[in-house]
């Protein structure tokens, strides 16, 4: 039994020992609207508003990461703002993007003077997450509650798209 225990520690502090994905803290509302106008008038960004301990935000993010698989582009980017406090970086931000593994950008927006930015967002924005915006230069559509299905997130892109007159690089052309 002890050589089990043994054999099975390396793997253990190994696991313990991976990093993180990378992640941006943005201690205030400015640095994030300086992120989303360096991406350019022609890119399009999908930026979803979300917290480890919002459980339909979380239930969505499989959604965010196959879209960014398909899409993903100098054109195209996939942001993921975290809106936990930067006291829970640590114990639950951290483990949590090491479990889940997403591909998109992932930030964490810290600014707590919630009142003054979730306008500058979007207008009719509340405030509530999981919460989903399309920018593309001065043009943006909110969509201010969990997407139910890939489908669904793939229908609100889409129309943006149409919108704004962007056709986006398929990366997995029919693997639907």
């Not at 943005?26 to 399009?44: C, H, K, M, P, S």
């Not at 207008?123 to 969509?143: F, S």
């Amino acid at each position: 039994m002890r050589k089990i225990y043994l054999s099975l520690l390396p793997i253990l502090l190994l696991a313990a020992l991976l990093p993180a994905q990378d992640f941006t803290v943005y201690d205030d509302f400015a640095q994030l609207e300086e992120r989303i106008n360096r991406a350019g008038e022609n890119t399009v960004l999908l930026v979803n508003f979300w917290a480890t301990w919002c459980a339909p935000c979380v239930d969505e993010l499989p959604c965010f990461d196959e879209m960014h698989q398909d899409l993903a582009s100098e054109d195209f980017q996939v942001i993921l703002i975290s809106l936990d406090f930067k006291s829970r970086i640590e114990p639950a931000l951290i483990p949590f993007l090491k479990k889940w593994k997403l591909k998109p950008e992932v930030a964490v927006l810290a600014d707590q003077n919630a009142d003054s930015w979730i306008p500058k967002v979007h207008p009719d924005w509340n405030g509530a997450i999981p919460a989903t915006v399309m920018i593309c230069g001065k043009d943006r559509d909110l969509h201010p509650e969990k997407f139910d299905s890939y489908q669904d997130l793939e229908e609100f892109v889409f129309t943006f798209l149409r919108k704004v007159n962007k056709v986006p690089k398929m990366r997995r052309i029919g693997s639907r």
